[in-house]
C-alpha cells in the first residue's frame, strides 16, 4: 500500500505550509515587543543545538555500519566537518566543507568504481 505521487505532494506542501505559518505567526506576533536579552542569547543556541542533533544522529546511523560500506564516505566527510567545526567555530563552513568532502568523495569512488 504506497500513496501516489500527486497525495505525497499535496501532504508535503500542506506540512511545508503549516510549518511556515506557524514559524511566521510567532515572528509576526513577536516582533513589535521587546524580547528579553536572555532568551535572545539562549536562542542565538539553537542552530548549533539542531545541527549537532543532526550530526549525532547521522553518527549513530553510521557506526551501525559495516566496514567496507560505501556509506562510510559520510563518516568521512562528518569528521573533516567536526575538524573545520572546531577550528572555525562558522556553522558556514562546518557545513560548506562536510558536504563538499561528501560530495567529492562519493564522485571519487563512483569514479573508481567504473
Known sequence: MG???????????LAGGG???IRALFI?????????PKLLA????VPAAVFSGLVTHSLHLELLLKPGDP????????SIAAF???????IHWTLLTGMVTMWGLNWVVGLAQG
Not at 42 to 45: H, R
Not at 84 to 90: D, F, G, H, Y
Request: no cysteine.
Open 42 to 45: 539562549a536562542l542565538s543556541f
Open 84 to 90: 573545520v567545526s572546531v577550528k572555525t567555530k562558522s
Open 71 to 78: 556509506a562510510l564516505i559520510n563518516l568521512v566527510a562528518l
Open 3 to 13: 500513496v501516489d505521487a500527486v497525495t505525497f505532494a499535496m501532504i508535503t506542501v
Open 19 to 21: 510549518t511556515f505559518g
Open 28 to 36: 509576526m506576533l513577536v516582533r513589535s515587543q521587546q524580547i528579553n
